[in-house]
């Protein structure tokens, strides 16, 4: 009953709702003046046919014919009589059949059903919650953030406007709260003031509006802040957000890193403590048919050969794994063992012809940015003039003209380039160029950029060498925020992770606990507080309160929790 009441004082709040109750009592009290007139015409012809009927005859003799029920035990014997039998008969499907549902329908049972929902949106977390991250909006990048939240264990809440949008989610088993994103209340709802984090991940106006206003609410949380323009990152750090976080332009840099062109080197993906991780790509080197073992980079140069690509999927470095000349090697190692590599394959001969870049967009541009900055030749194709136009400031070499023109990708020398890098926002032309690219080139590295993770299969299947999903790189900056470590991007579905050694690895070594043999993970450090050991050797002991650094996939991250939660060592 309290829930019911509770609905009811909600529908009654709306003034949408009680100027449509208003409507449906008018066409109650119209249909009820008709059955009213229907019984005195009822009386008036009766006693024109010489019969005589009580009121409550008359009011059931209409309401069963107005019904359709029609039972038949009292009939007129005029024709004067049936032609208002068939008159009440018509009315009544009119009015209470067709008129009367949906218009109950419409003015009652509607705003019910909508009362409902929006009273199932929770309003404000419960006040015991901390240490938890508040998402702004519901978008791809807090799709693929939650479930790693819940995998961490981070408390989180998500902030959404529409009531009916907010209940649905609740439904769905998503925190959320309903409230606007730029109002106090909504924060103090959210217990702001005890939070780990508050993305902003709304557009750049609405993003500086909900800095400023958790800054009222909690003065000490941190921001972090999605940007879409270069010229709005000064703005979000006046207002107030201590991460500003640039995804198109980080996007393009990623992408530019897994370009192969010039002298054989290694390429930085990023830095834990004092290690560094770089892929390289054996492509016309002789390691090319060799296993693993027979490299010998860790006896050469002391760099821990981590894991590998091949052809979009990260494989675990097994000694006797095979290298194929579409394997990118990602080493482990200090800046002075990556020089050691670059200085053992400087003698290869270098394909100093221009990169080709496909689309002059936002992520387009931040590509020959970066490569730029390297000293690396860019070639650019671009659709629109405007665009092209723009891109002449940039670029060695821009050709007007469609991607899927034969001609404009020979003008553009596709042919000769050592990689080409897909930057459009539609998946499906990414993954028609991927196989046009592929047809043309054979030996081209192909570096593409996705929308949908979903689209990840396909782009590989296309040809792909190497993928980076927009929203999963802005998941995996989040996290690397959270865990206050560096970031590193190592493609799509593959990552750092920190796992905690769990209960069945206690005193175990490394070389004892078979992580590598069992689940394909690769253990590239084991940090213990502030105390890091990085490529640790196999005879390192485990031990309870301590973390494993380990790089690969998110299937063998979920393979090593199956396979060690739960156990007891012995």
């Known amino acids: 009953m309290k829930l019911v009441s509770t609905q009811l004082t909600y529908l009654l709040s709306q003034r949408q709702t009680r100027s449509n109750l208003k409507a449906l009592v ?15 015409l009822f009386h008036v012809i009766m006693i024109y046919e010489g019969q005589q009927h009580s009121w409550i005859t008359g009011f059931y003799w209409t309401l069963t014919v107005m019904s359709t029920l029609g039972f038949g035990d009292i009939t007129f014997h005029s024709d004067l009589g049936r032609v208002f039998s068939m008159i009440v008969l018509m009315t009544g ?3 209470l059949l067709i008129v009367l549902p949906f218009a109950f329908i419409r003015f009652f049972y509607a705003p019910w059903l909508e009362a409902q929902i929006r009273l199932r949106a929770p309003r404000r977390l419960a006040p015991d919650v901390s240490g938890h991250v508040i998402i702004t909006r519901y978008d791809e990048i807090a799709r693929g953030l939650v479930p790693r939240l819940n995998l961490f264990q ?11 949008a907010a209940a649905e989610l609740h439904g769905e088993g998503i925190q959320v709260i309903a409230g606007d994103f730029d109002a106090r209340e909504t924060y103090s709802a959210a217990n702001a003031a005890s939070a780990r984090l508050v993305l902003a991940n709304v557009d750049d106006a609405a993003n500086t509006n909900v800095t400023l206003t958790v800054r009222e609410v909690a003065p000490n949380v941190p921001v972090a802040a999605l940007v879409e323009d270069e010229d709005s990152i000064d703005i979000l750090q006046l207002s107030g957000a201590e991460h500003v ?39 016309g080197t002789q390691l090319v048919g060799r296993t693993i073992r027979d490299t010998r980079l860790r006896e050469l140069t002391g760099l821990n050969i981590v894991a590998y690509w091949d052809r979009g999927r990260l494989l675990p470095a097994r000694a006797g794994a095979v290298l194929t000349d579409s394997s990118v090697l990602v080493v482990a190692g200090t800046e002075d063992q990556l020089t050691q590599l670059d200085a053992m394959f400087v003698i290869y001969q270098a394909n100093d012809n221009p990169v080709v870049v496909l689309g002059g967009g936002k992520v387009g541009r931040a590509v020959i940015d970066a490569l730029k900055a390297r000293g690396i030749a860019v070639n650019a194709v671009e659709k629109s003039p405007r665009l092209a136009q723009a891109l002449e400031k940039k670029a060695d070499k821009v050709v007007a003209g469609d991607a899927a023109d034969r001609n404009v990708l020979m003008a553009a020398g596709l042919d000769q380039a050592p990689s080409v890098v897909l930057t459009t926002n539609d998946d499906a032309i990414n ?25 990840l299969e396909a782009i590989h299947r296309a040809g792909a060498d190497f993928v980076l999903n927009y929203a999963s790189l802005g998941v995996k900056s989040v996290m690397a925020i959270l865990q206050e470590r560096p970031l590193v991007i190592l493609g799509e579905g593959a990552d750092l992770f920190m796992l905690k050694v769990p209960p069945a690895l206690d005193g175990v070594t490394l070389v004892e606990s078979k992580i590598g043999a069992e689940t394909g993970l690769n ?31 998110h299937e063998q ?11 007891r060592k012995g």
């Not at 507080?529 to 650094?549: F, M, Y």
């Not at 393979?559 to 060690?564: D, I, L």
């Open 154 to 164: 981070v408390p989180y809440c998500v902030i959404e406007k529409e009531v009916a």
């Open 557 to 567: 991250r979920d393979a090593f929790r199956c396979r060690y939660s739960g156990k």
């Open 93 to 95: 499907i009119l009015l």
């Open 523 to 553: 253990v590239i450090a084991v940090q213990n507080g502030s105390d890091v050991k990085t490529n640790p050797a196999p005879d390192t002991r485990l031990h309870l309160g301590e973390e494993l650094v380990a790089i690969g996939t």
């Open 245 to 283: 976080i640039y995804l198109k332009q980080r996007l393009g840099q990623q992408l530019a890193n897994r370009v192969a062109s010039g002298h054989l080197s290694a390429h930085s993906i990023g830095r834990y403590a004092d290690m560094e991780l770089a892929e390289f790509a054996v492509q």
């Open 431 to 455: 993954i028609y160029l991927a196989i046009y690219c592929r047809r043309l080139n054979p030996k081209l590295r192909i570096v593409s950029r996705i929308t949908h993770e979903r689209n």
């Open 26 to 40: 008018k066409y109650l009290l119209f249909l009820t003046a008709t059955i009213f007139v229907f019984a005195t």
